[in-house]
């Protein structure tokens, strides 16, 4: 299987975070297996080129900003914020061949979001909104994290909520009751996802939440999931006093978090996980975030620890095929979903693009 068969190219990538682009740094970084550069000029324009000069390869991201242009410092080539080289150094003429390619990008709520496939087809409008990340009424702290492993593992995972009590006993899930007792009230299989709701009434809070507000009272906890193809998950989750949880639900009053996951494949084997665990209470006390955020990190730890060995068991046995059960239906129903996608994409450019043929 080739990188083009593997991933989706036409649709929107998180690439990175806004605060990673600060202080004219010239980011490197590999999408779709595809080797970026990424920056933030004097005009404060996010930009992405590839990361590599047409002259004789040398990376760009080890070249200098200079103005909305980055010049490679091996021999001095300049290129401009659409990939075009602009300067040769010791030449007066630049060929038009002379050139990078640069990709479409959007910057929006915090996040820089890129397009790898035909960029005739790039419309920002088809960028998921996250009002959270840019509603003062939640606070969270954005991170990032590298997985080795396939995006598709981890996207998995995330479309499955069976492995909380298991993987996350002591950091997020809490009881094996809650993967026993609490089932979802409905998986809804989308077009572009699904969405998942689960209630879990009257039980522990989880060690995160118990943490944070210092409160052993049983609780009534909701969970949506909602994944977006290509691999973007929120997740929310409501806390409400035993016994008031559907009323706080509908009448707003409760401790909610909104847990924003964003899952970039890097290449078919490694993952760029962007994400912030946002909350919407003690606003002005910034240890809440700062407590989560440590044990959202140690929960994804947990995750990471068994995705990359599942990783390397499946590498070493290419002949081994997974066996579903029934905790597995979104995720069953999202990779079908994704493949299908993949395929179509793959069919219209293989009618659009005709194969090359020399006179016969
Ligand atoms: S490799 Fe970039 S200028 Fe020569
Ligand atoms: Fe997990």
């Not at 990939?83 to 959007?106: E, F, H, L, T, W």
């Not at 910034?286 to 989560?292: E, G, I, K, N, Q």
């Not at 995750?303 to 590498?315: A, M, N, P, R």
Request: charged share 25%; glycine share 6%.
């Amino acid at each position: 299987m080739t990188r083009y068969e593997h991933f989706l190219r036409n649709c929107w990538y998180m690439a990175a975070w806004d605060h990673e682009l600060i202080d004219g740094r010239l980011l490197e970084r590999t999408v779709l297996e595809e080797p970026l550069l990424l920056y933030k000029g004097d005009s404060g324009r996010a930009v992405v080129l590839d990361n590599r000069c047409c002259h004789r390869g040398a990376k760009l991201s080890k070249g200098r900003l200079e103005g909305d242009c980055v010049r490679c410092m091996y021999h001095g080539l300049k290129f401009d914020a659409t990939g075009k080289c602009i300067q040769i150094p010791g030449q007066d003429n630049v060929p038009p061949r002379m050139g990078v390619r640069s990709y479409p990008v959007v910057e929006k709520d915090h996040c820089i979001w890129v397009w790898m496939g035909d960029a005739a087809l790039a419309d920002p409008g088809q960028i998921i909104d996250i009002p959270y990340l840019r509603d003062p009424a939640w606070r969270g702290m954005a991170d990032y994290m590298h997985y080795k492993a396939d995006y598709r593992l981890i996207v998995d995972n995330l479309s499955d909520f069976a492995h909380l009590a298991f993987v996350h006993t002591h950091t997020l899930g809490g009881s094996e009751e809650y993967a026993f007792k609490t089932k979802p009230v409905a998986v809804e299989r989308l077009d572009d996802g699904f969405r998942v709701e689960r209630w879990s009434l009257n039980s522990a809070p989880p060690p995160f939440h118990r943490q944070v507000v210092r409160d052993d009272a049983p609780l009534d906890r909701r969970n949506i999931g909602r994944m977006f193809v290509p691999g973007i998950f929120f997740l929310e989750t409501l806390f409400a006093p035993a016994g008031q949880g559907a009323q706080l639900a509908a009448s707003g009053g409760a401790r909610e978090y909104r847990n924003c996951q964003f899952f970039t494949p890097e290449t078919r084997r490694s993952t760029h996980f962007f994400w912030n665990y946002l909350h919407n209470y003690d606003l002005h006390d910034p240890t809440v975030a700062l407590s989560l955020h440590d044990s959202m990190v140690r929960g994804f730890l947990e995750d990471k620890t068994i995705i990359e060995d599942q990783q390397q068991v499946l590498d070493d046995d290419p002949d081994f095929r997974m066996n579903g059960i029934i905790a597995d239906a979104a995720l069953a129903h999202f990779r079908r979903l994704l493949q299908a996608r993949i395929d179509k994409e793959r069919a219209s450019m293989s009618q659009q693009t005709p194969s090359i043929q020399g006179p016969q």
